[in-house]
């Protein structure tokens, strides 16, 4: 049951990637994402990632997929008298200078991917096994538990997390140098 | 023997280093005098002391913030004062600082000259551990032996005289002092260039004369060109240059030293292996390479005519006493290097006969007075390199320290001609200034006889104990031997045409417009001295077969033993006296014949030049640009490097991103928008293009894994 | 916690003066030069400190290690930012006025970010570093957006937008590879890669190798260089050249040489392709150039692949002989975008007609401005002639022949462009004869250039010898 | 759930290259920050499938935790860089009033 519910989901979610990726409305492609992270954060409630999944709804379901909407209806960019013309996309996209290229290119990625993954699944799985052997100190914890999680955060990787809060602070300072209008006495 | 710990060699180069720095300390305080008050460069303590409301064009947005504006009108008014004529100010002292540095050095040279007598075969400094962390070591010491010894004398000696000549010379110039700065720097490089003890230091200077060299011709360039010539020559060089930088590492890593001596000692234990004697073969090669661009040869010799741009005193110094004969120091340095391997030689020797033949036929057709020296300058070095070429190691320095002499004697002498004739160099427009300025007149015809080769003067026992080598080689070298004859023949012809259209025959300049006059004795003097040294130089290497000792080539034994033993053992070619009185007997009559039929031609005028150009015009355009050997770099190397260029663009803008849209029709356009269109200023193109470079990586990686 | 705190006394102190800027333009708004100078002091001050801290250590779990290579890197990005903030001063407190703190500020936590990245052993922490130094890049790139010299277009937001949205496509492939290679190694340390990896571990450390490759602007990374070069005001492009460039390599040496160097068979020959192609576009697409900054960008190209190709010796001598060359890189770039900067706000452009004159006018600019070409170049008598000649040596004793052969090669193609630049300020101009106008700031930036790379071209011992001791933090024994 | 982890990491490259094929195929800027979102949620998913692949075979059924905690690190750079990206597609927009990447070439030789 829970088997079949990912390869659902996972086929929704690619479909809904592609959704990004082809729509010709800003509007679709925001929603297209938003049902995409939706679909993701169901298959880490299936792996057993329960705190990444809320995370995942929270912050980007719940803030940035919102500030993309934000950002397109300020500028006026979706469909509607004034606004300028879509972009055009589907197949004429594809007719495009340069889509060739691409085109080969993302599948050669894909392939790579694909085939790297299939070739190393034993390897990988080998792997994981010497892993303690190797006396590498792997960090675990009881599965669904947040605990671990906050342990490590403000232990192992208090450094990183301090790093990030300033990275925060700079984005805040640096969100407002570029959205603020010049002065006038500077125009 | 080697005496150690002479630490007094430093002050060689340090003193014209240190006469480098007055004398640019100098340049910045006459500048700092010069300039209108506030201005760049003298720093002031306010943000805004160069705020430009006083000087009339339009002020910017930002300067209206300035509060400091109103201080700034009294000073706005003395600008625009002329460049002609520009009080020395402290400047004037820079000369006496530059040839007081230089004197200095000429007398520690002749000190040195001194301590190197009886068995001493070199002084050495103490060694200096320049760069020491453990992984990386470089030790600098200098070692004055006995080439270094010949070539320290001869650059701080001819540098001195030089030093003095251009005080008189270089008088009125703006940059008086920063001139002065330029060439107690050339001459320090040169000095490292001549003293180091190893390859690090060897390349320092080896770099450093071209950087100085390319100052020194682009000095005027607010004439523009000369800061063309500028570039042309420093880029040549630097294709020299990076010929010799991979000769030296080819050299390192057969020798695991930097130091000379070691290397030159090293030679004769690597030529059993053969894989380490080919690689030997490359690095002389290579640095051979290095030595064609500096000292000016076939093909990297076009830099030197143009070179010209600078000013005489350059001219004589860097492009025809010192600097361009770095390559023979080079090659003499490292002997057996290239002794180990006779068909190097003769590729050397070819290449400075064939260089000699063409830059001295060039010389018959010149205008320009100091084209006509540069290019026999060329032909001369292309001598020095065919005595190379048979082993001769000593005869081409024996030659390089005579044609010093003279050739700087030349130069100056055309100096002081140009400085004479106001700036003028077309000999067309010169003539009949032997009784406007004898003393010029009777020392360059001093200088033209010893380049011509008259007998008894220094370039005729130079010059034809080359040609002698050559002849007894045999083989393939009577070859060589001709062309040099043949050359020999030329240089006195276009030396004595040089003579006759400047000094003999009617003046063809207007004499309402230009006054020629006898130079200062500031410039004579040094003249003089250098006709005395143009005349007797040849005592230094009397050939034997006239009874004496070759002086020089006794002097330069232990330098140069370690080449001739290896070249023993190829077997010997001594000349009998028979043919050696044969051979000097037949220099001596080309030298006389061709000197007259030169000066037969051309004492009447400049009709023989336009009878050569209306009758056959495509020899004289053929022979003007020096066999067409710029043109062909045009046309075989730039344009198709231009090309390449080209068809690249194309290909890798039709295949995969235009292509499909811009069709063939955008073939016509210009290499350079080919190019430009690469970098579209279309991000998704830029993306395009990492992701075929990741899958070409992707590609590189997956392939090493398997 | 305090076990290790002492360990980032430097880093803290530069985000505790972001802080304290932020806060002084928040209460005390507009404050003239003095926000520059004081930013400019106290960077100094910490720079001064970074000779008397001496906290050498290891943070637990090995996430951070400060050793010497750390200290040689906090000195040199101090370095960069002081001069990058001293050559702003003027030009912020005429162009923006108004908006200056940010700008200080945004700096500071890039620097903070650079500085904590050199120690950085641990991947999450590399991540969030590099983004903490990226991010203020993007926005800075686009600061002063409504100003410009006023003969010019005013591109600074599209070369903002340029960098971020190419820096940010190779954050997405970096962090996907890591996700590979974390997944696979079941380590987020630097060093867990370990010999023999998974085929998956190897992809992942591609993509991870190819957003590096754009941070150091290589070949075929390298799209992004002159077009924000051109477009950014030039005070920042001038940090922007160098620091985030000695950081990528920073950290290319700590996940190559330090993390991954028993595979070196697998990433070396994509190293030195990089390298190659990196020293062959750069140096001849910076030929046809006409506007002088985006002859500085390939040219910039053209110099990350001299230093990848020393990272390519991969032995103690030739990671040393990187960082002293892009410790002597730092100093000339900066010098010389400086200098470019003076003339082009007078001048009212930065293409090579627009600068023409230069020295005549202004004999100590132009002084300058050829010195850090020359040694851009790599000539006698300046540090970049030892930079070149050291890169050359160590490559060429790890056997890279072909690679030297050609680089140096390029070096004399090299050699022609940059001599173009200088003839064209040597050129006389004609319409204008007054000196160029620069602000004591700026002067005192080019100045303190000036003394580094002749000083250092004249005495590279103390250099060499400390990047010796660095490079000993990451690549041991000889 | 018993599916195989290497099927996640396959549905995760399958993502990531239609984010690369959306980043070099469209033009709106907006469109283009949105493919990079879906790159760095494809890395993501890639960190939480690997993590799983070696929480399997941990003893104890424990799981691992660097990929759940560097994937939280991921979800705050995504939110950073949309941020900046859109405030960056802000001040483009009020200079030229475009999002399409292809009126954005004005920086070129």
């Known amino acids: 049951m829970a088997n079949a519910l990912f390869y659902l989901v996972a086929a929704l979610s690619v479909i809904a990637a592609a959704g990004v990726v082809l729509f010709r409305n800003p509007i679709s492609n925001v929603l297209s994402l938003l049902f995409a992270f939706f679909c993701l954060a169901t298959i880490y409630l299936l792996a057993g990632f329960q705190f990444l999944a809320a995370t995942q ?75 303690p052997k190797k006396g590498l100190d792997a960090i675990t914890a009881t599965p669904g ?7 490590e955060m403000f232990g192992r990787y208090l450094l990183p997390f301090e790093a990030i809060s300033m990275l925060l602070l700079a984005t805040a300072v640096a969100v407002v140098v570029l959205a603020k209008r010049s002065r006038p006495e500077n125009s | 023997m080697n005496l150690t710990d002479q630490t007094w060699l430093w002050a060689i180069p340090a003193l014209p280093l240190a006469g480098s720095a007055l004398c640019g300390i100098l340049h910045y305080l006459t500048i700092k005098a010069r300039m209108p008050k506030r201005a760049h460069g003298a720093h002031g303590h306010d943000d805004h002391g160069h705020d430009a409301h006083g000087h009339g064009h339009a002020a910017h947005a930002d300067h209206a913030a300035s509060d400091h504006g109103a201080g700034d009108h009294a000073h706005g008014g003395d600008h625009g004062h002329g460049h002609a004529k520009v009080e020395p100010g402290l400047s004037a002292f820079a000369p006496w600082i530059a040839v007081l540095a230089m004197a200095g050095a000429f007398a520690l040279a002749i000190k040195g000259f001194l301590g190197l007598q009886g068995e001493t075969h070199a ?58 700065a330029y060439l107690n720097l050339f001459v320090f490089a040169m000095l490292m260039l001549v003293l180091s003890s190893n390859l690090l230091g060897l390349f320092v200077g080896w770099e450093g004369v071209g950087l100085c060299s390319y100052f020194l011709i682009g000095f005027w360039y607010e004439k523009g060109w000369p800061a063309e010539a500028g570039q042309k020559a420093f880029v040549m060089n630097r294709i020299g240059d990076a010929s010799f930088l ?7 890593k057969l020798f695991g030293t930097l130091d000379l001596s070691d290397i030159v000692a090293g030679v004769s234990g690597l030529l059993g292996d053969p894989e380490k004697k080919y690689e030997l073969l490359l690095a002389g090669l290579f640095l051979f390479g290095g030595a064609c661009g500096k000292s000016a040869q076939l093909p990297l010799f076009t830099w030197l005519p143009d070179a010209m741009a600078g000013p005489t005193p350059v001219s004589a110094l860097i492009h025809a006493a010192t600097m361009v004969t770095a390559g023979i120091y080079l090659t003499v340095r490292l002997n057996p290097v290239y002794a180990a391997s006779p068909d190097l030689l003769f590729f050397i020797g070819a290449v400075g006969a064939v260089t000699a033949l063409i830059a001295g036929s060039t010389a018959l057709v010149q205008r320009d007075i100091k084209r006509v020296l540069a290019y026999s300058t060329v032909s001369q070095l292309g001598y020095m390199f065919l005595g190379l070429g048979t082993g001769a190691w000593a005869a081409a320095i024996f030659h390089l320290v005579t044609h010093a002499f003279f050739k700087a004697l030349l130069f100056l002498g055309a100096g002081s001609v140009i400085h004479g004739m106001h700036e003028e160099q077309d000999m067309h427009k010169m003539g009949g200034l032997k009784k406007h300025m004898p003393a010029t007149y009777f020392t360059f015809l001093a200088g033209a006889a010893a380049l011509s080769g008259l007998p008894l003067l220094s370039g005729y026992f130079s010059k034809d104990e080359i040609l002698a080598h050559t002849f007894a080689h045999g083989g393939a070298y009577r070859i ?54 143009s005349v007797f130089g040849g005592l230094l290497g009397l050939p034997p077969v006239l009874g004496s000792t070759h002086a020089l080539e006794h002097w330069l034994e232990p330098v140069t033993a370690a080449g001739n033993a290896l070249l023993a053992e190829h077997g010997t070619h001594a000349l009998d006296h028979g043919t050696e009185w044969m051979l000097l007997g037949l220099g001596a009559v080309i030298a006389l014949v061709f000197m007259g039929l030169g000066i037969r031609a051309y004492v009447g005028g400049t009709a023989r030049d336009e009878k050569v150009a209306s009758s056959a015009p495509g020899l004289a355009r053929f022979l003007q640009g020096a066999w067409g050997i710029d043109a062909a770099y045009t046309a075989y190397v730039v344009r198709p490097m231009q090309l390449l260029f080209f068809v690249v663009a194309i290909v890798i803008d039709q295949f995969t991103i235009d292509g499909m849209v811009n069709g063939a029709g955008a073939v016509a356009r210009t290499c350079g928008d080919r190019v430009r269109r690469m970098t579209s200023g279309n991000i998704a193109t830029y993306g395009l293009w990492m992701g075929a470079a990741a899958a070409l990586i992707a590609f590189l990686f997956l392939k090493r894994i398997g | 916690m305090s076990a290790w705190l002492h360990l980032f006394t430097l880093e803290l102190a530069v985000v505790a003066i972001a802080l304290l800027v932020l806060l002084w333009d928040a209460f005390a708004p507009a404050a003239g030069r003095a926000v520059g100078w004081t930013t400019a002091l106290l ?3 910490v720079f001064a400190a970074s000779f008397f801290v001496d906290g050498r250590g290891t943070v637990p779990h090995g996430v951070f290690v400060r050793d010497e290579w750390v200290v040689f890197h906090e000195r040199l990005f101090l370095a960069a930012g002081i001069l990058g903030v001293l050559g702003s001063i003027d030009w912020l407190a005429t162009r923006t006025p108004k908006r200056q703190a940010e700008y200080y500020a945004l ?36 600061y002063g957006k409504q100003d410009g010299p006023a003969s010019e277009p005013k591109l600074a937001a599209e070369a903002g937008l340029k960098l971020f949205i190419t820096g940010a496509a190779s954050s997405g492939l970096t962090l996907f590879g890591l996700a590979l290679v974390v997944g696979m190694t079941g380590t987020t340390h630097v060093g867990g890669i370990g010999a023999n990896p998974a085929p998956l571990t190897i992809v992942g450390m591609l993509f991870v190798l190819a957003g590096f490759g754009f941070k150091v602007g290589a070949v075929p990374f390298h799209m992004w260089v002159p077009d924000t070069y051109q477009g950014a005001p030039t005070p920042f492009v001038a940090f922007l050249s160098v620091a985030p460039k000695a950081a990528g390599l920073a950290t290319l040496a700590i996940v190559l040489l330090g993390g991954w160097s028993a595979d070196s068979s697998v990433w070396l020959p994509v190293l030195l392709v990089l390298a190659g192609a990196s020293m062959v576009v750069g140096n001849l697409f910076a030929l046809p150039q006409t506007d002088a900054r985006r002859l500085l960008g390939f040219s910039g190209v053209a110099q990350i692949g001299y230093a990848l190709l020393a990272l390519g010796a991969m032995s103690r001598g030739g990671l040393a002989m990187t960082l002293f060359f892009v410790a002597t890189y730092v100093f000339t770039n900066l010098g010389v975008f400086f200098v470019l900067h003076a003339a082009a706000e007078e001048g009212g452009g930065h293409s090579l007609a627009r600068i023409a004159g230069l020295s005549r006018r202004s004999p100590w600019l132009g002084g300058a401005l050829l010195v850090f070409l020359l040694s851009l170049a790599g000539i006698p008598f300046v540090a970049g002639f030892w930079a070149k000649l ?9 056997g890279l022949v072909g690679l030297v052969v050609l680089g140096v090669a390029l070096a004399v193609i090299g050699l022609y462009y940059y001599l173009t630049v200088a003839r064209s300020t040597y050129m006389a101009d004609g319409d204008r004869t007054t000196p160029v106008p620069t602000g004591f700031a700026l002067r005192a930036a080019i100045l303190v250039c000036l003394i580094f790379v002749v000083g250092l071209g004249l005495w590279p011992r103390p250099l060499v010898e400390a990047a010796d001791r660095a490079a000993a933090g990451i690549v041991s024994g000889r | 759930m018993t599916v195989p982890s290497s099927h996640l990491l396959i549905l995760a490259a399958i993502l990531f290259s239609i984010g690369v094929a959306g980043f070099f195929l469209r033009r709106n800027v907006i469109v283009v920050l949105m493919c990079i979102e879906l790159m760095l949620n494809a890395a993501n998913l890639s960190f939480l499938a690997a993590s799983r692949m070696h929480s399997l075979d941990t003893p104890g059924g424990r799981i691992d935790l660097q990929g759940p905690i560097f994937a939280i690190f991921v979800i705050v750079v995504a939110a950073v860089e949309a941020a900046v990206g859109l405030a960056l597609v802000i001040a483009l927009y009020r200079r030229k009033q475009t999002v399409s990447l292809d009126d954005v070439v004005d920086l070129k030789d």
């Open chain 2, 123 to 180: 002084l050495e400094s103490p060694a200096w551990d320049w760069i020491d962390t453990g992984t990386f070591r470089i030790d600098l010491a200098i070692v004055l032996d006995r080439l270094s010894s010949v070539m320290t004398l001869v650059i701080t000696g001819v540098g001195t005289l030089i030093h003095i000549y251009a005080a008189g010379y270089m008088k009125g110039d703006k940059h008086y002092a920063k001139f002065f």
């Open chain 2, 246 to 252: 991979i000769g030296s590492f080819l050299l390192v």
């Open chain 3, 43 to 45: 960077l100094g001050g």
């Open chain 3, 390 to 398: 050291f890169v050359f040596m160590e490559a060429w004793n790890a």
């Open chain 1, 57 to 131: 709804i929270l912050v980007y379901a719940g803030a940035i997929m919102v500030l993309f909407l934000f950002v397109i209806m300020l500028l006026n960019l979706a469909p509607g008298p004034n606004a300028p013309e879509l972009e055009r996309v589907g197949l004429a996209m594809f007719l495009r200078r340069k889509s060739g290229v691409t085109i080969v290119i993302a599948a050669a990625l894909l392939i790579l991917g694909t085939s790297a993954v299939l070739g190393t699944h034993d390897t990988a799985v080998q792997a994981a096994e010497a892993m």
């Open chain 3, 107 to 142: 700096l500071l936590f890039s620097l903070a970010g650079m500085m904590l990245l050199a120690g950085a052993r641990d991947w999450i922490l590399l991540v969030t570093c590099f983004e903490l130094m990226s991010m203020p890049l993007y926005v800075l790139c686009a």
């Open chain 1, 145 to 151: 538990s947040s605990e671990g999680l906050a342990g």
């Open chain 2, 480 to 533: 060589l031997w001709g062309i040099g004859i043949a050359t020999a023949a030329m240089t006195a012809f276009y030396t004595w045409r040089m003579v006759a259209l400047t000094f003999f025959g009617k003046e063809r300049f207007d004499p309402h417009h230009v006054h020629p006059h006898e130079s200062p004795s500031v410039m004579t003097v040094p003249l003089m001295v250098l006709a005395v040294l």
